[in-house]
């Protein structure tokens, strides 16, 4: 909608998308630690995936016409492998660490993309980029405070999370230089759903109704956020749109106060905050030199 719309309200619906897209997430995520332990990690995420299909079916029909090459089929399992671990993680830190927490250190997703194309992609890492991402994890250090406090498996979990979500983005900005977005994201759901099925079989609880309906209210935002996440990327560049997502941390606070009873964790706001401004800096760089590399937060979401 805003691709051929020149005027100076862009920046005004980059913001809002952006803005709606966050609480979408947030949501979603309050969603997910509102079933806590009932339903198993890799159960979750995999109903997560497979009723997301529903929402995707229209771009089916097109998707099998048009199928991969033998090279994007390998592209598309490894990511699927790579997806699948990450996510089967964050379900699992969901249920065990503070909303916040959870947050926080997903802003460590782009850090993790960074390096991956230094290493993957033969990007070459400027002092400034590499002072930012030393910056990123210093960040990383305040959140999490070990030796100061007790850190649990959901904690390496999420550091777990952000390498999986981070190889995936890598990957799907390979397989998007060939063939549509909406094919990368439909091969993804399909590859997750796939990857995680034998976890989800192996340890099955049957959902009841009402937790039916949460894992469908999961799916559905976590779709919706994706698609007004793209609305926002074509009303302005991720330069304008990525300081909006520190307000993602600041929802999250909020929710995990009045609806989890987690009392606010300054280490956790100041921490975010440093990895945000580490990560909004690295966005600029790339801009600025015309390169795309390192992703929004919202985009190495589940």
Request: aromatic share 10%.
């Amino acid at each position: 909608m805003c691709m051929t719309d020149t005027s100076d309200t862009q920046p005004l619906r980059a913001i809002f998308w952006m803005l709606i897209t966050g609480f979408q997430f947030v949501t979603m995520t309050a969603l997910v630690k509102f079933l806590g332990g009932a339903i198993p990690a890799g159960e979750t995420a995999f109903l997560r995936f497979a009723l997301g299909m529903l929402f995707l079916a229209p771009v089916l029909p097109a998707l099998f016409r048009n199928l991969p090459s033998g090279p994007q089929v390998r592209l598309i399992a490894l990511r699927g492998v790579a997806h699948s671990v990450g996510v089967g993680l964050w379900f699992y830190a969901m249920a065990r660490i503070p909303l916040a927490d959870v947050t926080a250190l997903n802003y460590l997703n782009p850090i993790y993309v960074t390096l991956g194309a230094v290493m993957f992609l033969g990007e070459k890492l400027a002092l400034r980029r590499i002072l930012a991402v030393v910056v990123a994890l210093i960040g990383a250090f305040v959140i999490l405070r070990p030796g100061f406090r007790e850190l649990s498996s959901g904690h390496i979990a999420m550091l777990g999370t952000s390498l999986g979500l981070g190889a995936s983005y890598l990957i799907a900005k390979r397989l998007s230089s060939e063939m549509p977005a909406s094919h990368v994201v439909a091969w993804m759901s399909i590859a997750v759903t796939i990857g995680l099925s034998p976890l989800a079989i192996a340890h099955w609880v049957t959902p009841t109704f009402h937790q039916m309906l949460i894992l469908v209210g999961v799916a559905g935002l976590a779709t919706g956020a994706h698609y007004t996440m793209t609305l926002a990327f074509r009303c302005a560049p991720a330069t304008l749109t990525q300081p909006v997502t520190f307000l993602q941390l600041l929802w999250a606070v909020l929710i995990g106060m009045v609806f989890f009873h987690e009392p606010p964790d300054p280490y956790v706001l100041l921490g975010g905050g440093i990895i945000i401004a580490a990560v909004s800096y690295i966005t600029l760089r790339e801009a600025r030199l015309k390169r795309s590399i390192t992703p929004s937060v919202p985009a190495t979401k589940v």
